[in-house]
Antibody, heavy 120, light 108 residues
Framework: QVQLVQSGAEVKKPGASVKVSCKAS????????ISWVRQAPGQGLEWMGW????????NYAQKLQGRVTMTTDTSTSTAYMELRSLRSDDTAVYYC?????????????WGQGTLVTVSS | EIVMTQSPATLSVSPGERATLSCRAS??????LAWYQQKPGQAPRLLIY???TRATGIPARFSGSGSGTEFTLTISSLQSEDFAVYYC??????????FGQGTKLEIK
């Protein structure tokens, strides 16, 4: 069955970076893309960006441009999201989700989420 | 950026009754609209895509309708496990795909 398993919770200081992983199984990784979505405490869902596991193309939310990088390792079917220059308002649960290989569409499977806490 | 507006913010319904949730787009998104269910402490789960197609394993009591700017998610006979937060998402115009702010469905 399709599974996305994310790395564990992180606590970071303001200004630091975090890298969250998302290991896929149960499907052909390179036939899809991965979107990253975050959810601040008690808030709604915010799309952060998308990467094609087929060709590595990316598209990031404008507000995160310059601070976020999404990559994939096709040899291990793993996607990564790195967020730099962390601020307190980056505290959120970060989700990866399976998406289209050529564009962002509906998100058919989600990882379990990774809590990132930014605090001094 | 397309703004998605869901109503109501909170909906109180008794088990066994019908629930109707609304989602409005600031401009047409054709039928490129999805619905997700999120329970406390869990990741969202895809319910509906293409405005009206149920995702794999989703019970028939969930149905979606609409096109353009007005969409509806209907749950025909509420079960205890259906009480959750529901989000709509448009993916017609991206980047970015955008989510509504959510409707909390609570037990009356």
């Amino acid at each position: 069955q399709v599974q996305l398993v994310q790395s564990g919770a992180e606590v970071k200081k303001p200004g630091a970076s975090v890298k969250v992983s998302c290991k896929a199984s149960g499907y052909t990784f390179t036939s899809y893309g991965i979107s990253w979505v975050r959810q601040a405490p008690g808030q709604g869902l915010e799309w952060m960006g998308w990467i094609s596991a087929y060709n590595g193309n990316t598209n990031y939310a404008q507000k995160l441009q310059g601070r976020v990088t999404m990559t994939t390792d096709t040899s291990t079917s793993t996607a990564y999201m790195e967020l730099r220059s962390l601020r307190s308002d980056d505290t959120a649960v970060y989700y990866c989700a399976r998406d289209n290989y050529d564009s962002s569409g509906y998100l058919s499977r989600w990882g379990q989420g990774t809590l990132v806490t930014v605090s001094s | 950026e397309i703004v998605m507006t869901q109503s109501p913010a909170t909906l109180s319904v008794s088990p066994g009754e019908r629930a109707t949730l609304s989602c409005r787009a600031s401009q047409s998104v054709s039928s490129n609209l999805a619905w997700y269910q999120q329970k406390p402490g869990q990741a969202p789960r895809l319910l509906i895509y293409g405005a009206s197609t149920r995702a794999t394993g989703i019970p028939a009591r969930f149905s979606g309708s609409g096109s353009g700017t007005e969409f509806t998610l209907t749950i025909s006979s509420l079960q205890s496990e259906d009480f959750a937060v529901y989000y709509c998402q448009q993916y017609n115009n991206w980047p970015p795909p955008t989510f509504g702010q959510g409707t909390k469905l609570e037990i009356k």
